[in-house]
Nanobody
């Protein structure tokens, strides 16, 4: 069974940076697509970014393009989300989510426990 564990959230001032990490196991890492979803109170869940190293694919939501960068380290089975120029509206619980083979909106998804990111103004 695919398992994912994320870490790296915290409190940061607007304009600052954070890096989230996601470790995945239980499946061939290079065959996984890894998403970062976020959920803020009162807002819809948003698929912020997705990476499929096998397909050379990186996808970003318009809300984070140019500010967030997703990367993958296959040697460590880890995906990173580098978040720069953070805004208060980026405040949310961020979830690492694995999907087999492709970045899609269909799943099935394998969810991490979530990590809180809070951006103060």
């Amino acid at each position: 069974e695919v398992q994912v564990v994320e870490s790296g959230g915290g409190l940061v001032q607007a304009g600052g940076s954070l890096r989230l990490s996601c470790s995945a196991s239980g499946f061939t890492f290079s065959d996984l697509a890894i998403h970062w979803f976020r959920q803020a109170p009162g807002k819809e869940r948003e698929d912020v970014s997705c990476i499929s190293a096998r397909h050379g694919l990186k996808i970003y939501a318009d809300s984070v393009k140019g500010r967030f960068t997703i990367s993958s380290d296959d040697a460590d089975n880890t995906v990173y989300l580098h978040m720069n120029s953070l805004k208060p509206e980026d405040t949310a619980v961020y979830y690492c989510v694995a999907e087999k083979y492709y970045c899609s909106s269909y799943g099935p998804y394998y969810w991490g426990q979530g990590t809180q990111v809070t951006v103060s103004s």
